[in-house]
């Protein structure tokens, strides 16, 4: 599909690079040829109405100078050739052809190639006149320009298709990357819903066997309920996600308190953290308000918490701080202790399924808070990522503020 697309791209640029060229060089022809008909004819007219003595070879200065000659029918149908003598006007049988041609021409004025003249059908004072001057060099310069267009065009397709394709890269690259994230991301819904799955399944055959006890019974059903549970929580993370992607997110302008918000949601998280033996400390800066989802932004908290309390070292001090970053801007940062997050961890935590430890993937944990929270923020304009340093792994968010209500 990938490459498809690519030469779908290519050659869509192509049609219109071509279309240009060909606009572009077709009009240069176009003007050049009408502008040589137009200084050829004005020339000729010139020399058709000039008195015959000026186009002689020892005309004086000033007079007219030109590769032309006219031809009339004088008295008793005889061919008068009067003009320059560059040319040969002994041949009377060349002459009554031209000059049968040229009168008999439906246009007034043209070119005969076979010839190589320029012909201009006049009428003058001294009656109907046909003029002819040399068109070789005009020929010649437009056969000249017509084989620099095409080379110009040529040289100028190639290069453009040779871009074309690299661009191809650059703009298919985003839809590449969408594609196998699309890829990945059935496959690990795929695996994640495979394993609860295959567990409901042994259970519920378990239940149908008669020789089944009640404990076993028991357990079995309590195996269901708690793997139906992992399902339900793994769908809701996906459909969040769905309505993320598709810009579903429920949006709530209301501005609100958002230090009252985050000091509200971590009072549910105070007796998990005693019970694993974690410290809870805050540090909120009061008043700082933001226009939002308050619940989203209670959910973004959560999930940080949530992270924190399974991945920071026993003993550990979780820290919450929101404060004021210059004008117009808040930041809020979780920081845990524990151990350290590499480069490649940093950027990919945010992926979706993405785990530091897989051996917590029947915990209740499915690599999916992180980006929920990373579309919650971006839906809100704001910027999220992580940091590892000194023993200490933090996650950060800025948000625009807005003044207080």
Known sequence: MIRRLRIKFVCINMAIVLLLLSGILGTVLHLDRANHDRESIRTMQSFAFAPPGARLPDAPPGVIHLPCFTLREGRGGRLIADGSNFFDLSDETVLRELYALAIGAEKPSGIFPDYSLRYLRAETPGGLCAVFADASGELSSRRSLLRSCLLIGSAGAAAFLLVSVMLSFWAVHPVSEAWAQQRQFVSDASHELKTPLTVILTNAELLRDASCSPAAQAQAVSHILSMSRQMR?????????????????????????????????????????????????????????????????????????????????????????????????????????????????????????????????????????????????????????????????????????????
């Open 233 to 405: 929580g793994l769908i809701e993370s996906l459909l969040e996600l769905a309505r993320a992607d598709g810009g579903l997110l429920r949006q709530c302008t209301a501005v609100f308190d958002l230090s009252h918000a985050l000091t509200c949601a971590l009072l549910p998280f105070e007796p998990v953290y005693f019970e694993k033996g974690l410290c809870l400390s805050e540090r909120i800066e009061a008043g700082i308000y933001v226009r939002g989802s308050e619940t989203h932004f209670k959910q973004v908290l959560e999930i940080f918490l949530d992270n924190a309390q399974k991945y920071a070292s026993a003993g550990g001090e979780v820290t919450v701080t929101l404060r004021r970053m210059g004008k117009g801007r808040c930041q809020l940062s979780v920081a845990n202790p524990g151990e350290a997050l590499s480069p490649a961890q940093l950027r990919d935590i945010f992926k979706r399924f993405y785990r530091v430890d897989q051996a917590r993937s029947q915990d209740g944990s499915y690599g999916l808070g992180l980006s929920i929270a990373e579309a919650v923020v971006r839906r809100h304009r704001g910027r999220i990522w992580a940091e590892s340093a000194g023993g200490c792994n933090t996650f950060f968010v800025q948000l625009p503020t807005v003044p207080a209500p």
